[in-house]
């Protein structure tokens, strides 16, 4: 087995405006040099959803329209610079909601234009990743990162900077998304994770056996059945004349994600010769499962750098900093770039990489 090794990414010197549109909120920050977060503004839509139980398209593209420009105006203001002194502006291009997307890459293009600078698209996942560094801690690679959010699951092996295989992703949920579904069903309102750790904290985990699906069998997840499980206990719980304890249900499922996810991250972690597992994404702003993966990487050896908690959730710093890198790695992104809903580049599924490798073989 190889030695790790401490490894920083190489950034674009300058400052960078960062600019998220991809779901429901709208999102502008200033980071200078990649790392050094000068400000972050995040609008969240949450109210103008959370009556339809999840985000609507195109309420959200609306509030993007709406939001932008304030956004922008306020990170500049907080970070005490005027458009003029932005030397690059980065901006979320996939994957993500189409009509929202192009809110920001438009918005994004015009203010490069305007001001003269690179403009450079970033992968929102990517965005994720680049979160866990903005708490400053170095990295050892090959580095494991473990990206949850709602619309994605997913364990990474980081070879290099930029260069990211993925070993491990849900075959059905995310885990955000399993958090939403059962929040919304025990009637916790949206988004259901911040709901559910709520709800949990006066909960057991131990009071609902629920399943923990694939726990030892490889890297890919599988949350739709647990969501199941809670449906069939909750009306096990109903017909036997018993209250429902939603504090109890609440913790039950939450532990049932999180020792999966700490499971599986420690496994790969082990399994690829790696010492530092990055954790982004929404998810990762639950209490529980930072803990649970700090005291599982404690016990493996393996050490744990979870994103800052404000940045866990969708926000521009992230896609700042990734931003940053990119420009350095690749250069600035053409004006013809567009929204790209599905974007799975730079990560790179490792059944493909075999595949393309037995191809030249
Ligand atoms: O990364 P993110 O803001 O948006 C996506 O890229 O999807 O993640 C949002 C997801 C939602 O599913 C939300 O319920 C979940 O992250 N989330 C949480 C917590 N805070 C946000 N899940 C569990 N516990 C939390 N505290
Ligand atoms: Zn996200």
């Not at 932005?86 to 234009?113: E, F, H, Q, S």
């Not at 994103?307 to 690749?330: H, Q, V, W, Y």
Request: hydrophobic letters at 45%.
């Amino acid at each position: 087995m190889t030695a790790t090794v401490a490894k920083s990414p190489e950034f674009f010197d300058g400052l960078v405006l960062g600019v998220e549109t991809s779901c429901d909120e709208t999102s502008a920050a200033v980071v200078r040099n990649g790392l050094d977060l000068l400000s972050v503004v995040v609008s969240s839509q949450i109210d103008e959803h959370a009556r339809f139980g999840g985000v609507v398209p195109e309420i959200a593209s609306r509030a993007h329209l709406e939001n932008l420009q304030p956004v922008i105006r306020g990170a500049l203001g907080q970070a005490g610079i005027e458009m003029r002194d932005v030397d690059a502006v980065a901006v979320t291009n996939g994957p993500g909601l189409a009509g929202a997307l192009l809110v920001g890459i438009a918005g994004a293009k015009a203010l490069a234009l305007a001001i003269d600078v690179p403009m450079v698209a970033v992968n929102h996942l990517e965005g994720h990743l680049f979160a866990s560094l903005l708490s400053g801690q170095e990295v050892e690679l090959p580095a494991i990162a473990l990206l949850v959010s709602g619309g994605h699951t997913m364990l990474v092996v980081i070879r290099d900077w930029g260069d990211y295989l993925v070993v491990g992703s849900t075959l059905d949920d995310a885990a955000g998304e399993a958090f939403d579904k059962v929040g919304r069903y025990l009637d916790l309102g949206f988004p259901g994770g911040p709901a559910m750790e709520k709800a949990a904290c006066d909960g057991n985990p131990a009071a609902y056996d629920l399943p923990r699906a694939m726990l030892r069998d490889g890297y890919d997840f599988s949350f739709s059945g647990l969501k199941t499980a809670v449906v069939n206990a909750v009306e096990a719980q109903n017909s036997s004349g018993d209250a429902l304890s939603v504090p109890d249900m609440a913790a039950s499922f939450q532990e049932a994600v999180i020792e999966v996810l700490a499971v599986k991250a420690i496994k790969a972690a082990v399994d690829f010769g790696s010492t530092n597992v990055l954790v982004g994404g929404g998810v990762a702003a639950n209490g529980r499962l930072r803990s649970r993966l700090t005291e599982a990487g404690e016990e493996a050896g393996v050490r744990i750098l979870v994103s800052p908690r404000e940045l866990c959730t969708d926000n521009a710093a992230m896609i700042a900093s990734a931003g940053a890198f990119r420009l350095a790695k690749s250069g600035a992104s053409p004006l013809s770039t567009g929204a790209a809903p599905s974007l799975r580049a730079p990560f790179v599924l490792a059944q493909e990489s075999r595949a393309a490798r037995g191809s030249r073989e």
